[in-house]
Each structure stands twice: as C-alpha cells, then as structure tokens.
C-alpha cells in the first residue's frame, strides 16, 4: 500500500493548497490506492521524520521500500505508471514533463514569493516597497502562459501531469484577484479543478483539517 505524510491541520489560509494535494490528485488521477499517514510539528520535527524528508516537509511518498520526498519528483514517479498522466509516446511524455518544471520553475517562484509577503509579511515596510515589483513579475509569467495556452483545453492539448501540477501552482493565487487578468487562464484552473480526482483529492485533505480543527 501505498503511504504519503500529510499535516493534521494547518491554518485556512494553507487549507487546500498543502503540496500533498498535488500527490493524492496524481494517485487519483492514477487509480492507485494509498493511505495518508498525519503527521504533526512534533513528528516533523523529530529525527525520524528529517530522515525521510531533510526539510521536515509534506508529502513523504512511500512504497515497498521506496522513500521519496519533493511533490514534484513524486508526482513524476506516479505519473510513469499511468497515460492519464504521461502519454505513452516519447514526445508526448517529455513535452508532459518539460511542463511539471515549467509549473515550479517559471510560475511557482513568482507565485511563492507574492504569497508569503502577502500571508507572512504584509505589514513589513520591505514588503510594501517589494510587492508591486513581484506583482508585476508574477502577471508577465501569467500572460505568458496565457499566451501558450491560447484557445486549448489543456497545455498540450489533453490533460497531463503538467496541467496537475500548473493547476496546484495557480491555486496559490487564490487569495488574489491576479487571475482574473487571463479569464482563459482562470477558466483553465477551474476546468483542471472540476476533474473527478481533483474533486476526490481536495475532499481528502480537508477531511484530516475539518476532523483536527479542535
């Protein structure tokens, strides 16, 4: 069986977008069974755990002796095990992939950055000074991806491990209204959101919030 780690409970400003949902949406998407092991700041901390994942983080994948940690490598590895995920042809594989890394590589480092002056330290003078600048940056990377998107259902035309992953990457945003500059962009993430697994995936993690919340 397969066993990810995921919190207990987390603040609702981190509900829904713990990096675990993109691991329980990749297994659904998938078809494959698992069970989440909840974990809290004692168990993070503790030296069993940094011996599974080095920076005391969520999700640790587990499977018949495999121990794996980061999403993305994990989102990856389950995706190699279905053509939900990743097309059977070579091309239409490394064209799948080449999108997982554009998610955490072109997009997300933009989106993280908003996020944490706006979630951690939004009263800071610094941030103040330093947020129109990464607004500014975060916008040309989603009109960029607008742009390659253009009138297509998926980055590649049908669903793949890139739009799981692109999707997760956009939901960060929610707390914004910077979506609703690219509606086709905006329309994209909800169609992503409106699939099945996705549905099953976000009702999973926040059933471990909703039973912890006391």
């Not at 962009?185 to 976000?202: D, G, N, S, T, W």
Request: proline letters at 5%; a neutral charge.
């Amino acid at each position: 069986m397969i066993t990810i780690s995921a919190f207990k409970w987390v603040p609702p400003f981190a509900q829904g977008v713990v990096r675990d949902l993109r691991v329980r949406w990749a297994l659904e998407e998938a078809g494959l069974p698992y069970e989440a092991r909840l974990i809290d700041p004692n168990v993070q901390a503790s030296a069993e755990y940094r011996a599974l994942q080095p920076f005391g983080q969520v999700p640790i994948f587990e499977e018949n002796g495999l121990k794996l940690f980061e999403s993305g490598a994990i989102v990856l590895h389950i995706a190699s095990r279905s053509e939900v995920l990743l097309p059977s042809d070579a091309a239409g594989k490394a064209r799948a992939m080449t999108w997982v890394f554009a998610a955490l590589n072109s997009i997300e480092i933009h989106v993280q950055q908003l996020a944490e002056i706006d979630l951690f330290a939004a009263d800071k003078e610094w941030a103040k000074l330093h947020r129109p600048d990464v607004e500014k940056a975060t916008l040309r990377r989603l009109r960029e991806l607008a742009t390659w998107l253009g009138d297509r259902e998926y980055l590649e035309g049908r669903f793949t491990v890139g739009d799981l992953m692109m999707t997760t990457v956009l939901r960060t945003l929610r707390h914004t209204h910077l979506l609703d500059a690219e509606p086709k962009l905006k329309a994209y993430k909800e169609r992503c959101e409106a699939r099945p697994a996705f549905q099953r995936a976000l009702k999973a993690q926040m059933a471990a919030f909703e039973q912890h919340s006391n």
